[in-house]
T-cell receptor
Framework: LAKTTQPISMDSYEGQEVNITCSHNNIATNDYITWYQQFPSQGPRFIIQGYKTKVTNEVASLFIPADRKSSTLSLPRVSLSDTAVYYC???????????FGTGTRLQVFP | GAVVSQHPSRVICKSGTSVKIECRSLDFQATTMFWYRQFPKQSLMLMAT?????????EQGVEKDKFLINHASLTLSTLTVTSAHPEDSSFYIC??????????????FGPGTRLTVL
């Protein structure tokens, strides 16, 4: 399974756009990219998923370049409630197995 | 989205006892469920893949006789921590996959179970 590398932590202020980039140099053809959000003492919550190019939903956008060796989660205007840990995962299309990396701890300040 | 529940949400037990944690998919059928463990300030660690009607597949370093997994139906998987010890105290999380509209599979996580072994 492809490993992922992302910054350990990031700080931002309310109303700003936050971009978290994840590296997955060994991503395979069958792998898709998924981002999750986790609050303390809760299970991870699905944010967005993509395979290539750009995906957008009501909460975030996911940018994936043509070589798919990285991806960027974009949160348009963060609020205090977006303070959480964000995990980038690369999952096999066939097995659904996900290996969590360190995640990025996002702290949003007022 | 699909809902995955866990029971209990919190359990405290004495050392040497066994604890069973249930994971249910409430509004969908899940042929595959996953079990994770998470220690404070750390990431989730995949323990095993639970397959309905067959034996679970454990990750390297996870003792199958210590962590018994049973996937008896398409909506229920159980994790039993046998002869629990304080070092087994952790946050246990299950997940199940649903086929998403985009072609991949979306994995939904339960709320987690906090196990404390005294």
């Amino acid at each position: 399974l492809a490993k992922t590398t992302q910054p350990i932590s990031m700080d931002s202020y309310e109303g700003q756009e936050v971009n978290i980039t994840c590296s997955h140099n060994n991503i395979a053809t069958n792998d898709y990219i998924t981002w999750y959000q986790q609050f303390p003492s809760q299970g991870p919550r699905f944010i967005i998923q993509g395979y290539k190019t750009k995906v957008t939903n009501e909460v975030a956008s996911l940018f994936i370049p043509a070589d798919r060796k990285s991806s960027t989660l974009s949160l348009p205007r963060v609020s205090l409630s977006d303070t959480a840990v964000y995990y980038c995962l690369v999952g096999d299309w066939n097995t659904d197995k996900l290996i969590f990396g360190t995640g990025t701890r996002l702290q949003v300040f007022p | 989205g699909a809902v995955v529940s866990q029971h209990p949400s919190r359990v405290i037990c004495k050392s040497g006892t066994s604890v069973k944690i249930e994971c249910r998919s409430l509004d969908f059928q899940a042929t595959t469920m996953f079990w994770y463990r998470q220690f404070p300030k750390q990431s989730l660690m995949l323990m095993a893949t639970s397959n309905e009607g067959s034996k679970a597949t454990y990750e390297q370093g996870v003792e199958k006789d210590k962590f018994l997994i049973n996937h008896a139906s398409l909506t229920l998987s159980t994790l039993t921590v046998t002869s629990a010890h304080p070092e087994d105290s952790s946050f246990y999380i299950c997940s199940a996959t649903v086929l998403s509209g985009g072609g991949g599979n979306e994995q939904f996580f339960g709320p987690g179970t906090r196990l404390t072994v005294l």
